[in-house]
């Protein structure tokens, strides 16, 4: 059985940083982009950031740019997001995604960032 389990969230002051695991168990996921997706309380999930299945290639939302790195240690099945200058506006649960045909999502991990 496939299991994606988010780790390291909680509450951190503005401009704090927290680092995010996602470890994936019950297959390998090296062949595949996996993502960290959030979703702020009334609003639609969103996409944050996405690493290839080599941990050459990255994307980032615009609106974390510059301040969260995606990556990723295969031997271990897990991806990670670092998070630094955090925001407000970053509260939110964020959800790890294995961006294969199944399209696996784990079960978040909330994020609260206190001004």
């Known amino acids: 059985q496939v299991q994606l389990v988010e780790s390291g969230g909680g509450l951190v002051q503005t401009g704090g940083s927290l680092r995010l695991s996602c470890a994936a168990s019950g297959r390998t996921f090296s062949s595949y982009s996996m993502g960290w997706f959030r979703q702020a309380p009334g609003k639609a999930r969103e996409f944050v950031a996405r690493i290839n299945w080599s941990g050459s290639s990255t994307n980032y939302a615009d609106s974390v740019k510059g301040r969260f790195i995606i990556s990723r240690d295969n031997a271990k099945n897990t991806v990670y997001l670092q998070m630094n200058s955090l925001k407000p506006e970053d509260t939110a649960v964020y959800y790890c995604?294995?961006?294969?045909?199944?399209?696996?999502w784990g079960r978040g991990t909330q994020v609260t960032v206190s001004s």
């Open positions: 995604n294995v961006m294969s045909p199944e399209n696996f």
